[in-house]
């Protein structure tokens, strides 16, 4: 086949959701369509169970599990489908971030009941920043759920994305009668099923009919002919091009655990979703059907037995074709390196693959060669842009409890900050270590691989701070005054670059006015601006 077609049958992409509203169950079932398991419950996702939230061993273990579910292939209707999963728990969010970056569309779950979450609201902040195209789907619908009408608004409202449905609901509830596709206009009957994965489809071409009203009753057939007049004056006609562009999303409703609208959800996202398309590097726009190969580093995941430090490196192919056994520049490093047993991962196997194409991930085993963000090529000097690093919530400082092994305590921690397990800052006086994560986890986490992997026991200090944030300025002199101004509150990250470290929203809200010729950038990914 050629690079071409390739490239033209993969759709690359996550599901994201608040915790709860549905994600594993939806990737359970999308995964038993396409026929990559043949039973409920097969897949064992990287969801942290709430019960285990104090207990960061048993959620170390299972996070272990995620490296199998880390990526999710499986071929439906001719497509290659590549399901990236996501870590459930908020204090992994970072992880999500990341994730985001090397997929090409979304899929966000919203519970009907408790409508758009907070966690919600930050992952579409991240699919904003970069126009990922995002289709919605509307989870829980056999539950007594908001108004549709209601819930729209409110997903135009604080996602700040606008929608189109594509389905609409026959009510809700224990009174969910089903949905009717608007799409292809066919109605598409509910029974409470998890276990049936085909539906009663019945094309209705004209909502008049009598016979929609014999199947759901005629208030609900009058209700609904009403909402599809209303639907057609409130909201555009669907357009896939501007989906695409990362303004509108398609919005589907269903129930993910009876099976409900799932296969509508998909067959639609085959047909729209995008392929792999060109990405920006710090040099140019990279196509995905150049013939050279390139790719980046989005996630590393390490092996928790500490006799094997060897750790695996998710690699997102962005053009051209990997190859097992050739070999490929490390841009960073400047070093050729070559992959003798690079994975493929079709549902939980992990297989030996020896070509993949854009779009794909391949896990590469790693003994310290990687960082998030490193970029593979054949040779040309380029590193994507877009792997950034979110501004931290919570900041302690590492204060070495055993002095003795302060060097082990060094490499442990950047080596951790590497792999993205948190971010490492340094403020003065005394080059202090201050360790900034999304969530209180990643502290329990890094203390416990501090100690088991690195023989280096430490303690952390909390600070207060609100919130830390990168500053740059085109007047050198100011950014050096602040720096001087500030200097309790400045902090250096791994590159060296400056970070001011505000202690409450105020102080952060004053100094950003105080100072228009700084700026202050919530994300990492200004470094990448700059070098442009
Ligand atoms: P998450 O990955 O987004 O955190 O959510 P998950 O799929 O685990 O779903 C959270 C809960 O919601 C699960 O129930 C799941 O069965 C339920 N659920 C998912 N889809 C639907 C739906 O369409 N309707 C209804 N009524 N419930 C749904 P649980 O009790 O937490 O776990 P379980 O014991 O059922 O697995």
Redesign the pocket.
Known sequence: MKLEQEIDKRRTFAII????????????KLLLFGGAIQTAGAVK?N?ITKTAASDFMEIEKQRGISVATSVMSFEYKGTRVNLLDTP?HKDFAEDTYRTLTAVDSVIL?I?CVKGVEEQTEKLMEVCRMRNTPVIVFI?????EGSNPFDLLDEIEQKLKIKVRPLSWPINIGAQFKGVYNLYDKSLNLFSANKTKISADVVAISDLGEDALDDLVGKKDADQLRDDVELIGGVYDTFKPDIYLEGHLAPVFF?????N?GVKELLETFIRIAPHPIARNTDTRLVKPDEEDFSGFIFKIHANLDPKHRDRIAFLRICSGKFERNKFFTHVRLGKEIRFSNPYSFLAQDKSVVEEAFPGDVVGLYDTGNFKIGDTLTEGEKLMYKGIPSFSPELFKEVINSDPMKSKQLEKGIEQLSDEGVAQLFRINPGNRKIIGTVGELQFEVIQYRLLNEYGAACKFQPLNFYKACWITSDDEKVLADFIQFKTSNIAYDKDNNPVFFAESSWILDTSIEKYPKLKFHFTSEFKMEAAV
Request: proline content about 4%; aromatic content about 4%; overall charge neutral.
């Open positions: 959701s608040h915790p709860d509203a549905g994600k594993t169950t939806l990737t359970e996702s969801k459930g779950v519970d989870n829980k619908m056999d539950r269903g129930s993910a655990v009876n409900f």
